[in-house]
Nanobody
């Protein structure tokens, strides 16, 4: 089992940057493909980015491509989401997720474990 804890959210002005971190418990972090999702008020949870088990492959949603980057450090059991050029429409609760089966998955139903989320608010 994996426990995930996100951090790094906050309030930022449009055009600014934030780096989210997701720390995982356990010694088998490298067995899990990881993803970032977000959910704005009144909207469904949506895919943001995913990364393979060793970090060699990534997938980024079109809405954030060129602005967001996903990475992982298996020695630190941590996955990151670097968010640059933030826009007000990026405002949401951001969740990291882990799954032991499918790499670079975009569906929420593939992921087995979820963090509690971290709030990102971008002011205009």
């Amino acid at each position: 089992q994996v426990q995930l804890v996100e951090s790094g959210g906050g309030l930022v002005q449009a055009g600014g940057s934030l780096r989210l971190s997701c720390a995982a418990s356990g010694r088998t972090f490298s067995r899990y493909a990881m993803g970032w999702f977000r959910q704005a008020p009144g909207k469904e949870r949506e895919f943001v980015a995913a990364i393979g088990r060793i970090g060699g492959s990534t997938d980024i949603a079109d809405s954030v491509k060129g602005r967001f980057t996903i990475s992982r450090d298996n020695a630190k059991n941590t996955v990151y989401l670097q968010m640059n050029s933030l826009k007000p429409e990026d405002t949401a609760v951001y969740y990291c997720a882990a799954n032991g089966g499918v790499s670079l998955a975009r569906s929420i139903y593939v992921y087995d474990y979820w963090g509690q989320g971290t709030q990102v608010t971008v002011s205009s």
